[in-house]
Structure formats: structure tokens, C-alpha cells
């Protein structure tokens, strides 16, 4: 039975988003009203998250949506990562969990107090009334996890569903698997059983961005590069590739480090440290859609896009579909790792999963591939950090110049890369003078390019290209599409763009 509160306080949602002061909009009689928690959350995201228009174009295509829906997607992600803590915290042991749902990410907060229904909804998420609660469907799963080594090779998986309020357990043996779980003493309601033809192993033939190879053979990935004090710095990666003092190559086969840190299976996480002769940098390879900045590793919800990026099938997108995933592989049961419809193959395990400009975690493993659709599994790269005493090396601090423009933008280039801006579709602006300004790293030569759009065709119209990394220039031009390409002559970096439009 559904639990009702005898005295139901509503809990000031709106007013405790991090210590920016409520929006305010109109109120029915013209007053000012404050603004929802969960606004509020998309306001501050819709000002600061990047949209980078390769990311953009990648979840079109892999999630079947549109530009637009996709740009709205990556700030509604960011909004429900603000709030997450504060529905946990509100609404305690009637939580039941949240997540992403729709084209646009639309925020789903279950709760299993009847009671509380009207708090959701007030704090601007949509509601869901469900049997269980977070608590006791975690319960339920450390159970499970309990008896990992007594359960069935036939169980490939098993983890807590929120969307469905249930533990999941997957099987190829369904019988086999009712009778695991009804040696656990479980209660029935708590746990479905999944017929499943999955059959996860680690992807050892393997790169994440880039590839490196063992000292003892195979190949295996990068996932991301950090920093430790008193060392060169290097990667994690996945722990079944390596155990500790197994020697690595990078892609290009020079002598590269060592594996400093090595868990496999309980976990599936590694760290390796680099020589001098490597410079770990906060940025991931995506391959065709160019190279993408590392800014952070705040962990997305369930139903957040997500892009996996591997040396075998490239860079690729899916869902999450549920985090404190437990897996087991033949070597053994790998617990609490992120469950994701992310395809993957043999040759990109390690590699980086990341969701807009944030860290997720590191490819373990899977069942699929990247024809037929697959299911895959990474260890979340919080948790190799606090192992192993390492910060993560996110992108590069944007230089500061190029102040006083209308609008100002970042992003970051390797060497003869290039990057358009404010997106490659343009910008519309009338009759008059555009005024760019570019700052790049010191040390480097970097570029950049007016161009307008005459039919089909990109047109460059003004240029700065001095051997620096600022260039600064006008441009006295009719009506148009335009946009700035920046191009990375040489060097590698984060850069600010400057743009004043007519």
C-alpha cells in the first residue's frame, strides 16, 4: 500500500538552488512570482552550457532528434544534474528516484508518498507515484550483489530500473534466475526478471579516444587524462586491460607508461601514469565530429544522452539508462558501473564516455555492436578518481581577452583543427561592420577567418592570419549568413572568440 504522510509540509524547493536568487516572472493579477526550482535550474544552464555543434550533430543522429531538440536536451541535462541533490535530500526516504525522458530530456521525479506528488510538480519536474522507494530498491540490489558469487553465468546483469520501480535482473535462463533470486528472500514486488540473449565480456582489443597498447599484447583505450601531485600525470582507463607494472605504447607505439593502479573484476578501473615524453590534456577524440573539451565529471541521470568514443567504431551516441549497474562477465561480477544503449566492439574498451563537456566513465563492456545496436557498461570515472587520489585534467582555461564584444565564445583546438563560430550554420545580420576578435593560447598560431554563405558555397571575406595566437580585424558587408572559422595553424589550446554583428 502506498504510504501517506500524516502532515505534509511542502518543502521550499524553489527558494535552495545554490545561492542565485529566485527568477522572477508574472503572477496571474501582474505580480512578480518566483520561479520554479527546476527553471530556475534550466535558466542558469541555458547561460552557461556550450552547445558544440559536432556534439549536436552526433545526437541527431544517433538518437533520431532534431538540432534544436538536441540543444535543448543538453541544457535540460545540465538542469537536472543541478537538482538532483535537492529532490534527494527534500523528499528523503519517500525519493524514488528520477530521469530523463522525450526527445528534450524532460525531468521525471518519482516519489512513493502521495503527498508529495504536488511538492514535484511545484518545483517545476513532472511526477510519478510508485510503489517503492529509491532506498528500498537499492535495498534489494546489494542483496543481489550479496550473492554475486552464487549467481548463475546465465545472469548476465542485474540492476535498479527507476523508470519501472523495480530491480531488473537479466537472464538467459529465466529459471535458473527465479531461483537465484528466490534464494535471495527477496519480496517478489521488488524484483522482474528480463529474458536477455546479452552476453557481456571486456573489450580487450581497445582505445577510448586514443589507442595504446600493452607491454604483454592487445590494445586497449584511453578514457581520461588527469593529474596526480608528484607524478608525470596519465589516464584511466578500464582495469581488465592492465594489471599493476604492465608497461603501455601510445598510438603511435613510443614508450609510453605504466600501470600505476589495476582493478579487475569487483571493479573494472585503472590508472596509468605517462612519462615525460607524454602530456596529458583535458580534451577527448570524437573522431569525425572533431575534438571535444573535458570541463568536469558531474555525473548525468537516467536518460541523459551520452557519447562513447572508441577506436574501433569511433564516436558514438545513446542513453543512460541506469547508474549502480552490477554485471557479470566470465571472469566475474563488476559492480556498481553505469548501464548505457551506447553501442560499442571489440577495440574500445577504456575509452572515454562523456556527456556534454563532463566526464562519465570508462568503457568496461558490453553485448553488440554498432550494426545491429548493442547494450554497453562503464565504470563511473568519479569513483577511479577518489581510488587512486587523481583530478581529473579538464579542458584548458579559455583565455580572457576579447572583452567588450556582443557576444564572446570558447572553445578548444589541436594542431590544424578548425572549429566555426558561433555554430557552421551561421549567424543572419544585417548591412554594416562586423568586428572579430580572437585570443589563443600563448605559444601558438592560431587563425581566423570571416566567411559569408553565397548559395551553397562558404565564401571567406576577411582574415586574420598573422604568426600569433590574436588576431583582431573589421569586415563593411551587405546583408547575409556569416560565420568565423578558427583554425589551429599550429599549437593546440583553448581559445575566446570576440563577435560584434551589425
Not at 553501442?343 to 545491429?372: F, L
Not at 547494450?375 to 570515472?381: A, E, I, M, S
Not at 589563443?440 to 558555397?457: C, E, I, K, V, W
Amino acid at each position: 500500500m502506498l504510504r501517506r504522510s500524516a502532515v505534509t509540509a511542502g518543502f521550499a524547493l524553489a527558494l535552495t538552488l545554490v545561492a542565485t536568487p529566485a527568477i522572477a516572472h508574472a503572477g496571474p493579477d501582474g505580480s512578480s512570482a518566483p520561479e520554479s526550482l527546476y527553471a530556475q535550474a534550466k535558466a542558469q544552464a541555458a547561460a552557461t552550457v556550450q552547445t558544440d555543434p559536432a556534439m549536436v550533430d552526433a545526437l541527431s543522429r544517433d538518437l533520431g532528434i532534431t538540432g534544436a531538440q538536441a540543444k535543448t536536451r543538453l541544457i535540460n541535462e545540465a538542469a537536472a544534474a543541478k537538482v538532483e541533490s535537492v529532490f534527494t535530500r527534500q523528499l528523503a526516504d519517500d525519493f524514488a528516484g528520477l530521469w530523463l525522458a522525450g526527445p528534450t530530456a524532460d525531468l521525471v521525479v518519482a516519489t512513493s508518498d502521495s503527498t508529495r506528488v504536488a511538492d514535484i510538480l511545484k518545483a517545476g519536474a513532472q511526477a510519478k507515484l510508485v510503489k517503492h522507494s529509491l532506498a528500498a530498491l537499492d535495498a534489494a540490489k546489494a542483496r543481489l550483489d550479496e550473492l554475486a558469487d552464487s549467481a548463475p553465468k546465465s545472469i548476465p546483469s542485474w540492476y535498479v530500473d527507476v523508470q519501472n520501480n523495480s530491480v531488473v535482473v537479466l537472464a538467459r535462463d529465466t529459471a535458473e534466475a527465479q531461483s537465484f533470486v528466490n534464494g535471495s528472500g527477496l519480496d517478489a514486488s521488488l524484483v522482474r526478471i528480463e529474458a536477455s540473449t546479452e552476453e557481456p565480456k571486456p573489450l580487450y582489443d581497445v582505445r577510448g579516444g586514443d589507442a595504446y597498447y600493452m607491454g604483454s599484447g592487445g590494445r586497449c583505450s584511453v578514457g581520461f587524462s588527469v593529474t596526480r601531485a608528484g607524478s608525470q600525470g596519465g589516464f584511466v582507463t578500464a582495469g581488465h586491460c592492465g594489471r599493476v607494472g604492465t608497461t603501455t605504447s601510445g598510438y603511435n607505439r613510443v614508450a609510453q607508461g605504466t600501470f600505476r593502479g589495476s582493478s579487475f573484476p569487483g571493479n573494472d578501473y585503472a590508472w596509468v601514469e605517462v612519462n615525460s615524453q607524454w602530456t596529458p590534456t583535458g580534451v577527448v577524440n570524437a573522431y569525425n565530429s572533431g575534438i571535444l573539451p573535458v570541463r568536469g565529471s558531474t555525473q548525468r541521470a537516467v536518460g541523459a544522452s551520452i557519447c562513447r568514443s572508441g577506436s574501433t567504431t569511433g564516436y558514438h551516441c545513446g542513453t543512460i539508462s541506469q547508474h549502480n549497474t552490477s554485471v557479470t562477465y566470465p571472469e566475474g561480477t563488476i559492480t556498481g558501473v553505469t548501464r548505457t544503449t551506447v553501442c560499442a566492439e571489440p577495440g574500445d574498451s577504456g575509452g572515454s564516455y562523456i556527456s556534454g563537456d563532463q566526464a562519465q566513465g570508462v568503457t568496461s563492456g558490453g553485448s553488440g555492436n554498432c550494426t545491429s545496436g548493442g547494450t554497453t557498461y562503464h565504470q563511473p570515472v568519479n569513483e577511479i578518481l577518489s581510488a587512486y587520489g587523481l583530478t581529473l585534467a579538464g579542458g584548458s582555461t579559455p583565455p580572457t581577452g576579447c572583452s567588450g564584444y556582443q557576444n564572446t565564445y570558447n572553445g578548444s583546438l589541436t594542431s590544424n583543427q578548425n572549429a566555426y563560430q558561433p555554430s557552421s550554420s551561421g549567424y543572419t545580420a544585417a548591412a554594416g561592420t562586423h568586428r572579430i576578435c580572437l585570443d589563443g593560447p600563448n605559444g601558438t598560431d592560431f587563425d581566423a577567418y570571416l566567411q559569408r554563405l553565397s548559395g551553397s558555397t562558404w565564401t571567406t571575406v576577411a582574415q586574420g592570419t598573422s604568426p600569433n595566437p590574436d588576431e583582431a580585424f573589421t569586415y563593411n558587408g551587405t546583408a547575409g549568413t556569416y560565420r568565423v572559422r578558427v583554425h589551429a595553424y599550429s599549437g593546440s589550446g583553448s581559445y575566446t572568440l570576440g563577435l560584434t554583428r551589425p
